[in-house]
């Protein structure tokens, strides 16, 4: 289990990267651009994962509850390091 966890923080903290490379990327982070840009790359990546979860044989409604907390969790993220970025 702790290799699980130990993976989940390298993934969050590449998305934190990334998402600050692109908030520098769009002109400097605010908090209204942090938050747009998370949530759109939120989308982007829930819209992507959708395919894997049909093909996987698993319900729209899982899809939908892993794609909120996605989008939630990019925005938040975003939001965050346009405060403070």
Sequence with gaps: MGLVF????????????????????VGGPTWWAGLATGALLGLIG???SLTHKLFGGLSLRAWGLEAGSDIVGLASMGLVLGLFG
């Excluded at 903290?13 to 692109?22: C, G, M, S, T, Y």
């Design 6 to 25: 130990g993976l989940t923080f390298v993934a969050i903290a590449v998305q934190a990267i990334l998402l600050e490379v692109v908030l520098q990327a």
């Design 46 to 48: 829930s819209a992507a």
